[in-house]
């Protein structure tokens, strides 16, 4: 099977020019499952880490990030919000045709644009975008379709480490790791109290402070 995948100084030359992410929502922001009810859709369910590599683009990058789904979901709609997702688009039907609009309205070509998918619906933009990719679980026809399948699943990181390739070629700074509690030596408290009452209390307040 011919694939399109790239690797290396190739792949990270496709990250370090973009300037705009969308995404697909079913397949990869969530594990494309959805609960019902007799009311009708109840529930998806999302990875808080995608929700981070979203704020990462927008915070860290200055790269906005939009939604283009098939659906039109109020679920879709309050998570958009909560991320304060740049654009949400719903009840896409051609998703080539809205990213070339959203392209043109940010001043940017669609060589510019990043978009991970999983189905078939997603096939033509993720063929015309500078940057694609798609969850490790997505459709076979899509896997042989993009620059960069993704390790993680959809709806378990996917789109976290598409975040992070992206970010990581624009030699934005990674997460830097919470340092360990560095062990002050102090005192015996008791020994401490028969000099000074008031030194005993802080020396003691130290030692049983939770760490952060």
Request: hydrophobic residues 40%; aromatic residues 2%; contains cysteine.
């Amino acid at each position: 099977m011919v694939t399109r995948v790239l690797t290396g100084d190739v792949l990270r030359a496709r990250a370090a020019r973009i300037r705009l992410v969308l995404t697909d929502c079913d397949g990869v922001l969530t594990d494309a499952g959805v609960y019902y009810s007799a009311r009708g859709e109840e529930l998806k369910r999302f990875s808080m880490r995608d929700g981070m590599g979203i704020e990462r683009l927008r915070t860290v990058a200055g790269i906005p990030v939009g939604i283009l789904t098939k659906e039109r979901s109020g679920i879709v709609a309050a998570r958009a919000r909560a991320l304060h997702v740049h654009e949400l688009h719903g009840g896409v039907v051609d998703k080539l045709r809205r990213a070339e609009g959203i392209a043109r309205s940010h001043g940017l070509t669609l060589d510019r644009i990043a978009f991970i998918g999983d189905d078939v619906n997603d096939l033509a933009l993720l063929r015309a975008a500078g940057l694609s990719a798609c969850p490790a679980d997505a459709e076979p026809v899509i896997t042989g379709a993009v620059h960069h399948v993704c390790g993680r699943a959809g709806g378990h990181g996917a789109f976290r480490e598409f975040a992070e390739l992206i970010l990581d070629a624009q030699a934005v700074p990674g997460i830097v790791p919470h340092a360990e509690p560095t062990e002050v030596p102090c005192e015996d408290p008791i020994a401490a109290s028969r000099s000074s009452p008031r030194s005993a209390s802080i020396t003691m307040a130290r030692s049983i402070s939770p760490s952060s």
